[in-house]
């Protein structure tokens, strides 16, 4: 249940940040024409709230890996509670194309319910769609 909570409020942080950062940017705009000196704060309170920012984002998904750890190991997922199953990704890569930028972990915790897939880690694996492409092409 936390798990869950921790992860929509890290899927929507991006959104948020942008969003508050952008207000930020209104209210410099408008303090340009009322109080210049303002503005100047505004400017330099933004440069370190984007440290804080990006402290928060990281924050979050060190918490939200922690707690899919122990889930992981139990061979639970932590979004549905349904059963993990171990898949060893080999995929079939064409020699002729670059390799991709993110490599294909060895082992992926996938699970049965839903779409969700986990590394070791806790993170939630993403497969690069580009080399999914690349390895369906060379496997023809
Ligand atoms: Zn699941």
Excluded: H, K, N
Aim: glycine share 8%; net charge positive.
């Amino acid at each position: 249940m936390l798990y869950r909570i921790l992860r929509a409020i890290r899927g929507g942080y991006g959104f948020a940040a942008m969003a508050l950062f952008g207000l930020l940017f209104l209210t410099a705009l408008a303090l340009v024409f009322l109080l210049p000196v303002g503005s100047v704060v505004v400017l330099l309170g933004s440069i370190l709230l984007l440290v804080l920012v990006w402290l928060g984002s990281e924050v979050l998904g060190y918490a939200e890996r922690a707690l899919a750890r122990p889930l992981l190991r139990r061979e639970t997922c932590p979004c549905c509670g349904g059963e993990l199953v171990r898949t060893a990704t080999s995929p079939v890569v064409d020699p002729a194309l670059s390799p991709p930028i993110d490599p294909t972990p060895a082992a992926v915790l996938q699970c049965t319910r839903c779409p969700e897939m986990f590394l070791e880690s806790g993170e939630v694996f993403r497969e690069d769609p580009d080399f999914r492409v690349a390895a369906r092409r060379g496997a023809r």
